[in-house]
C-alpha cells in the first residue's frame, strides 16, 4: 500500500522566513503534485511534477522532486501572510503501477503565517 | 469554462437516511473521480468513473456507497442508510484523460449526520 507522509504537519512561522515542507512516498512514481487548500474550500492546484530532478517555481514557491529518494519538498521564500493555507502533496499511483486510479494524499501541512 | 460544480455545498442528513451528491465535471472532461475529507486529513481516493463506467472502486466501502456516471448528466455519489461516520467533505474531482491530465477539483459537499 503507497504511503505518503508529510512534515511537518503544522508550522508556524513568521513573514519574511523562508521554510521547507517535506513529502516522503513509499513506493515508485514519477508523478507528484502539491495542492493548496484554505479553509473551507476546495483544493487548488500548485504544481506538477512529472520526472526525476524536476523543479518548478510559482512567485515565493519552489517544488522539486527526488525520484531515487521519493521525496518532493515545497519551498517557501520570504514567507507572507497570504500564503497561510494546508499544503497537500499528492501521488500518482496508477503511475507507479499500483494498479489504483487515483492520487495518494499526504495527511497535508497547515501552515499558518504571522505578520 | 465553468470548473467541477459539485452540489450541494452542504448537506445534512439524519442517520438512516439516503444522502445524495452530484458532480459536474469540467466541460470537456469524461474523468470522474471522488474523494473524501475527514477533518485534519488529507484526501482519500473513492472511486473513479468515466461516462457509464466505474474504471476503479477501490477506495469505496463495500456497504451503502455507490457512484455512476451516466451518459448524460452529472455523476452522482450515493450513500444509503448514513451513519455518523460518514460526516465528511466529499469531493470531486474531473480530468480530460486519465492520464498526464491535471485533476481540478470541485468545492467539496460537506455532509452532516445528526
Known amino acids: 500500500e503507497l504511503k505518503v507522509e508529510q512534515n511537518p504537519l503544522f508550522l508556524s512561522m513568521q513573514e519574511g522566513k523562508n521554510y521547507t515542507i517535506y513529502c516522503n512516498y513509499s513506493t515508485t512514481s514519477d508523478r507528484l503534485y502539491w495542492y493548496r487548500q484554505d479553509p473551507g474550500k476546495s483544493l487548488e492546484s500548485l504544481f506538477v511534477?512529472?520526472?526525476?530532478?524536476a523543479v518548478k517555481q510559482e512567485g515565493r514557491l519552489m517544488a522539486s522532486l527526488d525520484t531515487k529518494a521519493r521525496l518532493s519538498t515545497l519551498h517557501i521564500t520570504a514567507a507572507v501572510h497570504d500564503l497561510s493555507a494546508t499544503y497537500f502533496c499528492?501521488?500518482?499511483?496508477?503511475?507507479?503501477?499500483?494498479?489504483?486510479?487515483?492520487?495518494?494524499f499526504g495527511k497535508g501541512t497547515h501552515l499558518i503565517i504571522q505578520p | 469554462n465553468a470548473g467541477v460544480m459539485q452540489n450541494p455545498r452542504h448537506l445534512v442528513r439524519r442517520r438512516g437516511q439516503e444522502a445524495r451528491l452530484r458532480c459536474s465535471p469540467m466541460?470537456?472532461?469524461?474523468?470522474v473521480y471522488w474523494y473524501r475529507q475527514l477533518p485534519e486529513e488529507g484526501l482519500k481516493f473513492m472511486v473513479y468513473l468515466q461516462k457509464e463506467n466505474i474504471i476503479d472502486e477501490s477506495g469505496m466501502p463495500k456497504e451503502r456507497f455507490s457512484a455512476e456516471f451516466p451518459k448524460e448528466g452529472p455523476s452522482i455519489l450515493r450513500i444509503q442508510q448514513v451513519v455518523r461516520g460518514d460526516s465528511a467533505a466529499y469531493f470531486c474531482a474531473s480530468s480530460a484523460t486519465g492520464n498526464n491530465s491535471p485533476l481540478h477539483f470541485g468545492n467539496g459537499t460537506r455532509l452532516t449526520v445528526t
Open positions: 466541460k470537456g472532461h469524461s474523468h
Open positions: 499528492a501521488v500518482d499511483v496508477t503511475y507507479s503501477g499500483g494498479g489504483a486510479d487515483g492520487l495518494t
Open positions: 511534477l512529472l520526472s526525476n530532478g
